[in-house]
């Protein structure tokens, strides 16, 4: 699995988002989808989502990871906006289409 794992459950892992997960992502934000629900409301191209991918690796204050399960990526849950003093944060998911509706993990 390319990253460094976050959190493993049993069937779910957490991962760091790696230079890799640039298609994945890129072909997730045009998914309309996945897109209605996203703040990114415009198509991105393949060099958008390099400079987005640069963009949250320098970012030290959000948590942007990758959702696995047997080592595939599936989606991306983000916490942004941390504010550590007083443990709250903003949260985001957005998973592919061919796995909504799934019982993943129970934890």
């Known amino acids: 699995m390319p990253g460094a794992v976050f959190l493993e459950g049993e069937k779910v892992n957490l991962r760091t988002i790696e230079e890799e997960d640039i298609e994945f992502l ?4 045009n998914n309309p989808e996945i897109r209605e629900f996203l703040t990114a409301r415009k ?11 640069q963009d949250i690796i320098s970012n030290q204050k959000d948590i942007h990871l990758a959702i696995c399960i047997e080592e595939k990526i599936i989606g991306i849950v983000s916490l942004e906006e941390v ?3 007083i443990r709250v944060a903003k949260i985001g998911i957005w998973i592919e289409t061919n796995h909504h ?3 993943m993990e129970q934890k």
């Open 43 to 53: 198509p991105v191209n393949l060099e958008q989502e390099k400079e987005f991918f």
């Open 101 to 103: 509706g799934k019982v």
């Open 26 to 29: 890129r072909d997730g934000i």
């Open 83 to 85: 504010e550590d003093e």
